[in-house]
Each structure stands twice: as C-alpha cells, then as structure tokens.
C-alpha cells in the first residue's frame, strides 16, 4: 500500500534506447511531478501536471516526455537515452494548493 | 523564492537534541518554511512546515524567529535512522497549482552512536 510508487527501481540501458517509467499514487492527490536527482545530489524539478495537465516543464530536453493518463499516473518516457541522462528520478504528488509533496522511492537510471 | 543558507554538514551523538539552523534573511511576509528531509537511497520526506509560529509535531520542531529571518528544526532525541540530508525551503504557498519545491544543497546530518 506505497503511497507514491514508481516501477522500475532500477534501470540500466544502452545508449540510444527509448524508456519509461511509471508514477502511482494512491492518495487521491491531483498534483504530480518529477525531479532528477544528479550525480553531485542536487535535485531538481523536471515536470508538473495538475489534473491531467501540464503546469511546470522545465529546461528538460525534448527527449523527455511526460504522460498522465489520469490523475494517479504520471509517467515519464525519455527517447534516445544519453549518458548525461544517469540519474535518479523521483516521482512526487501532492494535493492542489499545498506545499507538501510525497515522494517515491526513486528510479536509479544508469545509460552504458 | 527566498533564498535559504544552511551548514553543509553537522554532527550529532545519538539520544541528543538535533538543531539543524536555516537563515533566510530575504523571506517575504507570506513565504513559509518547509523542512524536509532525504535519508540515503530514498525520496524525500516531509518533516513540518510553519510560517511565523513556533510548530511542533511527531518528527519534529521547528523554531522560527521573530523576525523570521531564520529557523532552527530541532529533531528532539536523535537516533541512528535521523542520519540524511535536511532541506530547508522557503516558499509561497500555491496559489492554484502544485508548485515544485527548489531544494538547495541542504545540511547533511550525521547522527552518531
């Protein structure tokens, strides 16, 4: 009964390849987003969707592509993997108006 | 966002009082302060936020002063499993939408046996 969870923890994948990763949450928020988590450990946000809706998109590549199918799902597809792209990418919700956010476990992503 | 300044490393012996200090000199009228916190391979986790007073609940207290210019989140009786990373973030509550959290380099706590 995890309240945010994201599949799969780990990811290791050749450059070049196309992937996804999967974002639940089971609190009945409607505020989802992602953050990358870099070598050097800063975390910053990437996307942030309200009911469905794009709200924050950040500098992020175009090979990033973010998709909520409903408002417990946000899931995150990356195109043409580079190795900058090596990080841990956490997924988090929240309800609309509230600065407290719930975090997964993260999604450790590691490009050969 | 106000700017936040935190140490980037502390020490603390096990069963002691943690006081982990924030100075946000530049923080507006309606700008709260949230604490949270990154214990090592997980997510972060939501320890307390407040905005002028003095706020205390299962994990922790959180000391703002009068001024507000600073904060101290005091983590009362230290254990083992309080060793992570502490953010200390100032933010405008959401108007409308989610708004993401800018976390800094934080204060990475070590707690000792």
């Known amino acids: 009964d995890t309240a945010v969870s994201q599949t799969p923890k780990y990811l290791v994948t050749q450059m070049g390849n196309d992937k996804s990763i999967k974002c639940e949450q089971n609190?009945?928020?409607?505020?989802m987003y992602w953050y990358k988590q870099d070598s050097k450990k800063f975390l910053k946000i990437m996307f942030s969707y309200n009911n469905k809706e794009l709200i924050i998109n950040e500098t992020v590549p175009n090979r990033f592509s973010p998709k909520s199918p409903d408002k417990a799902h946000l899931n995150l597809h990356i195109n043409s993997l580079e190795l900058g792209d090596s990080a841990v990418y956490f997924c988090a919700s929240s309800v609309q108006g509230v600065n407290i956010q719930y975090f997964g476990a993260g999604t450790r992503l590691s490009v050969l | 966002d106000a700017k936040t300044t935190q140490p980037p490393s502390m020490d603390c012996a096990e069963g002691r009082a943690a006081n982990l200090p924030c100075n946000h000199s530049?923080?507006?009228?309606?700008?709260?302060v949230y604490w949270y916190r990154q214990i090592h391979s997980q997510g972060p986790q939501y320890i307390i936020h407040g905005l002028k007073n003095n706020e205390t609940n299962e994990m922790a207290s959180l000391i703002i002063t009068e001024d507000r210019k600073s904060s101290t989140l005091i983590l009362p009786h230290a254990t083992l499993r309080d060793t992570a990373v502490y953010y200390c973030?100032?933010?405008?509550?959401?108007?409308?939408?989610?708004?993401?959290?800018?976390f800094g380099k934080g204060t990475s706590l070590l707690v000792t046996p």
């Open positions: 973030i100032v933010r405008f509550p959401p108007s409308n939408s989610g708004y993401a959290l800018n």
């Open positions: 530049t923080i507006s009228g309606n700008e709260y």
């Open positions: 609190l009945g928020h409607d505020t």
